[in-house]
């Protein structure tokens, strides 16, 4: 597994967590919030080393996201 998958999937794991914490989503709302985020779609692209950054940084992103109503 390379180090991008590798902290691909813990972020996106922790961020899922948050969101079901946060919103008392199940697991399959959660997911489906996340992966169909730009956010998402900026953490998956290695140009921008999104996914180095903490999952707290990525999650403020989403919720930024999700409060503007830019998802679909």
Do not use: H
């Not at 180090?3 to 922790?14: A, T, V």
């Not at 921008?48 to 403020?60: A, E, K, L, R």
Request: aromatic letters at 14%.
């Amino acid at each position: 597994m390379s180090e991008m998958q590798f902290m691909l999937e813990y972020i996106c794991r922790e961020v899922t967590l948050m969101l079901m914490n946060d919103f008392g989503w199940d697991i399959g709302a959660a997911l489906d919030a996340l992966y169909g985020s730009d956010t998402f779609s900026k953490l998956e692209n290695p140009d921008t080393g999104m996914y180095y950054q903490s999952p707290v940084y990525v999650y403020d992103i989403l919720l930024e996201e999700l409060r503007s109503g830019k998802m679909e």
